[in-house]
């Protein structure tokens, strides 16, 4: 192979690996994580948080099945944080459980490729009345409450 030849194949090799080094480590997951509080605002220790992952966005927050969805489960920490890494992009209800405590409107959440989405759950006393808002999503960069 002549000398401009080689040259030009080198550079051409050169250029294609840096077009797909950006490709070739561009996430595909995204992450949740967030607090778990009791009425009060302290955190709760030891809850045990449920992702469920729906399949379509409207999913009512009610007729998710256990039996059925893809879910991952996560334990708080003495600070009551959870954290849920490689997740699939796509749309995901939140659930949350500890004895004598209650999750009445379970948070949805969207998770987007290399972002992460924070959410705030508070539970409240078995048999207090709570009235829930319509389900509504949050996203990378915002909290829900």
């Not at 401009?4 to 077009?19: D, K, M, N, Y």
Request: glycine share 8%; with cysteine; aromatic share 12%.
């Amino acid at each position: 192979m002549n000398r401009p030849l080689r040259a030009a194949v080198s550079a051409l090799v050169i250029g294609v690996c840096f077009a797909l080094h950006n490709t070739a480590f561009a996430g595909t997951t995204g992450v949740v994580s967030g607090f778990v509080y009791d009425r009060s605002g302290r955190p709760l220790r030891g809850a045990d948080v449920v992702i469920f992952d729906l399949r379509v966005p409207n999913e009512s927050r009610f007729d998710v099945n256990s039996q059925t969805s893809e879910s991952t489960s996560a334990m708080t920490d003495a600070h009551g944080y959870f954290v849920f890494i490689s997740l699939k992009p796509g749309y995901y209800l939140v659930r949350s459980r500890l004895a004598g405590q209650y999750l009445y409107c379970p948070p949805r959440v969207i998770v987007d490729a290399d972002q992460s989405t924070f959410v705030s759950i508070s539970m409240v006393d078995r048999g207090m009345l709570v009235v829930c808002s319509p389900p509504r999503y949050t996203g990378p960069g915002a909290a829900a409450w």
